[in-house]
Every structure is written in structure tokens, then in C-alpha cells.
């Protein structure tokens, strides 16, 4: 079977993608697409990639929001830190067997989950 090797792009509707771009750009490191910063797009590390539809009653997602995305880091604590440091209120890191996690919104209430992986 033919299969999809990866994840292109996300792509969803903002109020102000223009101030949408420079948060991610500026608080998460996301480059901007090509035709808004004139270079490459933003290039992920390797690693896993969770693809899972929620029940529409399941609260981890913001109420009103169809989506929310989760990143990889490769340290948390630092990326929690950094965050607050800019006044972006981030929840408090969670510890599981299978990594840290933290949630936080964008500055149009999308769910963020930040992840860092357990060492393999």
C-alpha cells in the first residue's frame, strides 16, 4: 500500500495571520512559509508524529476549537521557562512514561501541547 511519508504543512484560518506567523516565529522558532519570509520553510527534526482524532466532547482541545497541535521540544523545562519569560502563560509541565508534556494557547486560544519525548 502506498502511504503519506509525513506531514507537508498545517494550514488553518487566522484573524491576523500576519501577527499569527511572527508569534510562532518569535515564541516557538516555526519559520515562516517561503512566500512571507522570501527562505526556506521550516524544516522539523526527525522523530514521531501522532496523528489521532478526539471525541468532540474531549476537553483537551479548546472549547470552540476543532484542532490543536503538538511539537516536539527537546527541553521543556527550558521552553517553559522561555515562555513565561515573554508572559505567555504555559500550564505546568506533566511527566508521563512516554515523555513531558505542557499545553498553552496561541494568542487566538488555539491548543498548543508541547511534548518532549522520553529518551530512547
Known amino acids: 500500500m502506498e502511504k503519506v511519508t509525513g506531514i507537508g504543512?498545517?494550514?488553518?484560518?487566522?484573524?491576523?495571520?500576519?501577527?499569527?506567523?511572527?508569534?510562532?516565529?518569535?515564541?516557538?522558532?516555526?519559520?515562516?512559509?517561503?512566500?512571507?519570509?522570501?527562505?526556506a520553510p521550516w524544516k522539523q527534526d526527525e522523530g514521531f508524529t501522532v496523528f489521532d482524532p478526539f471525541s468532540k466532547a474531549d476537553?483537551?482541545?479548546?472549547?470552540?476549537?476543532?484542532?490543536?497541535?503538538?511539537?516536539r521540544v527537546a527541553d521543556l523545562?527550558?521552553?517553559?521557562?522561555q515562555l513565561r519569560g515573554a508572559g505567555?502563560?504555559?500550564?505546568?509541565?506533566?511527566?508521563?512514561?512516554?515523555?513531558?508534556?505542557?499545553?498553552?494557547?496561541d494568542p487566538e486560544g488555539n491548543g498548543i501541547q508541547l511534548w518532549q519525548p522520553p529518551i530512547q
Open 59 to 71: 476537553t483537551m482541545i479548546p472549547p470552540g476549537k476543532t484542532w490543536m497541535i503538538n511539537f
Open 77 to 81: 523545562a527550558k521552553m517553559i521557562e
Open 9 to 39: 504543512g498545517f494550514f488553518f484560518r487566522s484573524e491576523n495571520p500576519e501577527a499569527l506567523r511572527t508569534w510562532y516565529h518569535d515564541h516557538l522558532g516555526v519559520d515562516m512559509a517561503p512566500q512571507f519570509s522570501g527562505g
Open 88 to 105: 505567555i502563560a504555559v500550564a505546568d509541565l506533566e511527566d508521563y512514561p512516554h515523555g513531558k508534556f505542557t499545553t498553552l494557547e
